[in-house]
């Protein structure tokens, strides 16, 4: 098992990275944990109040952020070529991507789970995050170093029954980050993908509706390893499942 690691005070100066999912549980945390470290954040999400919320405790710890509202559920490859151009063009470049952004309704059986809802989660899980990162790659290989950082699952727990198109595209996206690994490692885009342990957040309040909110800690205590990843110190997780742990 190996513990959360503690990334240099500055491990993401000069850097712009993206983090969806902005004001979700770890995608909240983990924003505040790179701005900490140096990097200007793009916090990106569908709710503009709460991006704003987000947006004034990044800019307290660290360089300014920027807002970029978009509902990854409705977006398309357009809509992300767009975005990254964006991105790219105002801040002079992109260093990492950080896909924090889940879409989990509720344990279901597939049987039961409308078309509607299955296709949703599957974009916003997989497909969403895929092309958003096609998008990017562009701008990501023109810097020295960059990464690209999925937030997975542990896939003997949500790969199994009820978790419907959340368990099948954990599965996908684990694949995903393995292939995409395969056709950039020896270039400067390093992909790797992060499994946390058990914390609090959305997904796990609506699976485990009944378990105590102290049982579980705060997403934050995995935001370290966030910027562990997305920084030059994280070069030998390339191409890993990094599923570190707090120490006991």
């Not at 990106?44 to 990044?58: C, N, T």
């Not at 499994?195 to 370290?224: D, H, K, L, Q």
Request: charged share 20%; proline share 9%.
């Amino acid at each position: 098992m190996s513990l959360i690691p503690v990334p240099g005070a500055q491990a993401l100066a000069g850097r712009n990275v993206l983090v969806t999912g902005a004001y979700g549980g770890l995608g909240e945390a983990a924003a505040k944990a790179c701005a900490q470290a140096g990097a200007t954040v793009v916090l990106l999400g569908r709710k503009v109040p709460k991006l704003s919320r987000v947006y004034d405790a990044v800019k307290a710890l660290g360089p300014e952020p920027a807002l970029y509202p978009m509902d990854l559920a409705g977006a398309d490859p357009a809509d992300f070529e767009a975005m990254a151009d964006k991105i790219g063009a105002e801040l002079g470049g992109l260093h990492g991507v950080l896909h924090c952004a889940a879409e989990f309704p509720g344990l279901r059986p597939l049987e039961a789970t409308p078309p509607a809802d299955f296709v949703r989660q599957m974009h916003v899980n997989l497909t969403a995050p895929w092309l958003l990162t096609q998008a990017c790659l562009p701008w990501l290989r023109k810097a020295e170093d960059s990464a690209v950082v999925f937030v997975g699952d542990e896939l003997a727990r949500v790969n199994r029954a009820y978790w419907g198109g959340y368990g099948v595209a954990k599965a996908g996206l684990a694949g995903l980050m393995r292939l995409l690994h395969d056709e950039t490692e020896t270039g400067p885009v390093r992909v790797s993908a992060l499994e946390p342990g058990p914390m609090r957040s959305g997904v796990r309040n609506r699976a485990y509706v009944e378990e105590a909110a102290t049982r579980c800690p705060s997403p934050a205590i995995y935001a370290p390893a966030c910027v562990y990843l997305l920084s030059t110190e994280g070069r030998d997780q390339r191409g890993q499942v990094f599923a570190p742990r707090p120490a006991p």
